[in-house]
């Protein structure tokens, strides 16, 4: 079976990709630019620096392996299994999510481990392929049409998309809170730069009239912890934490973890 990563890696080099990406950039830079704390950690996709208008001293890119040809010897990351983050409990103030989920053998696990880390009042943002948009309906085809052996898949062939609703509920079993959640990309499954430039004006009706069959949504949650209320400054850096700051990767320059240090 192939990594997953370098699946989505690849998609994001196309046209759809590219498009998805713009927006999720955005989204990222409007959601954490306001998220204030010590520590943020970003869980996989190097080539999205999801943290870079955001203002915390102290963050990491974590990464479940390197990538094929080795890594840059530039800046160092954080190769670490998302289910067993090294990090304390109640450590960090902020973690993203960046389809960190539905490329996941076990996403319970992952979020578990990220309840588990943050601080109480700490925030955790997610960005997740949409199964009930029209994006999500192709691949739901192309996977039958694959079993009858033809077809190609629109979508990475990786992991298992995860629907809105159903996320809402794993958070609020970890009990966390969510505090906002919004759609985005309703162009047409189409794999052409020309088509989908020509479809541009979908975006403004699809956001209006049926927000939620967008082919990408954006959650952002809140840590709640029941008889905890936080006095004085919200945030101190933690003493299991190294102080040094760990820079992210820029686009097209991802950093990554020299495990030995």
Not at 103 to 127: F, Y
Not at 155 to 184: H, K, M, Q, T
Not at 214 to 235: C, E, Q
Request: neutral net charge; proline residues 9%.
């Amino acid at each position: 079976m192939s990594d997953p990563i370098i699946g989505m890696q690849q998609w994001f080099e196309t046209p759809p990709g590219r498009y998805l990406l713009a927006w999720e950039r955005a989204e990222f830079d409007r959601a954490v630019g306001d998220i204030f704390g010590y520590h943020a950690l970003q869980l996989g996709l190097p080539e999205l620096d999801t943290l870079q208008a955001n203002r915390m001293p102290h963050k990491w890119l974590a990464l479940r392996e390197p990538p094929p040809g080795g890594p840059p010897q530039a800046k160092p990351a954080l190769i670490a299994d998302f289910a067993a983050l090294p990090f304390e409990e109640n450590s960090l103030d902020l973690v993203v999510l960046p389809h960190s989920l539905e490329l996941n053998t076990d996403p319970h696990a992952t979020l578990r481990e990220v309840e588990r880390v943050l601080v109480p009042e700490g925030k955790v943002v997610i960005c997740c392929l949409n199964p009930a948009s029209l994006w999500g309906l192709r691949q739901r085809r192309a996977h039958l049409y694959r079993r009858l052996g033809f077809g190609e898949l629109f979508l990475p062939d990786a992991g298992e998309f995860i629907g809105y609703w159903r996320l809402r509920d794993w958070l609020r079993l970890l009990s966390f809170e969510v505090e906002s959640g919004n759609f985005g990309c309703y162009r047409p499954a189409m794999k052409s730069e020309k088509w989908l430039a020509r479809y541009d004006w979908i975006d403004g009706v699809g956001e209006r009239w049926w927000p939620i069959f967008g082919a990408v949504y954006f959650l952002v949650a809140v840590k709640k912890v029941r008889g905890v209320k936080l006095i004085g400054p919200a945030w101190k850096p933690s003493a299991g934490i190294a102080t040094a700051p760990v820079p992210m990767a820029n686009r097209g320059h991802p950093t990554y973890l020299d495990q030995h240090r």
